[in-house]
């Protein structure tokens, strides 16, 4: 049967076949994303679809960098299992996520930030004192 359509890097192994989709699709593809968000590249060896679909059938997920925090690449690779019954649960990786953040998921105990765009298309992500942003002076 055919392939199917998709960005495969961050596809989960069974949308490949003819297996159904479900949230734990959406799991894998969460955790590949929060991979290459950290390492800044993809998840995945390979850069024709023949040699990601191969490396992500076989679970081999680049190798994290020593600095990547374990409860971060614990969570990556469960996310990323090649068996969708495997993965966890959206709502306890919602859960894990919180832990990580220091949140109860009943308050934000990080202070509010002020984004705003300088002249030169920068975001200035300044606290929320009263002093400029960037370009804003």
């Not at 490949?16 to 998840?43: H, K, N, Y």
């Amino acid at each position: 049967s055919p392939l199917a359509m998709g960005p495969y890097p961050w596809m989960a192994p069974e949308q490949w076949t003819d297996q159904r989709c479900s949230p734990a699709s959406d799991v894998f593809m969460l955790g590949a994303t929060i991979a290459e968000a950290i390492i800044a590249q993809r998840p995945w060896a390979g850069t024709s679809t023949e040699s990601i679909i191969s490396s992500v059938s076989r679970g081999e997920i680049t190798p994290l960098p020593v600095w990547f925090p374990c409860d971060v690449r614990s969570l990556v690779i469960s996310c990323c299992s090649t068996d969708p019954q495997a993965r966890p649960p959206i709502a306890q990786v919602h859960a894990q996520l919180q832990d990580m953040a220091g949140q109860d998921g009943d308050s934000d105990p990080r202070p509010a930030t002020k984004f705003s765009e300088s002249n030169d298309g920068l975001v200035d992500c300044g606290s929320d004192s009263d002093e400029p942003a960037h370009g804003d002076e």
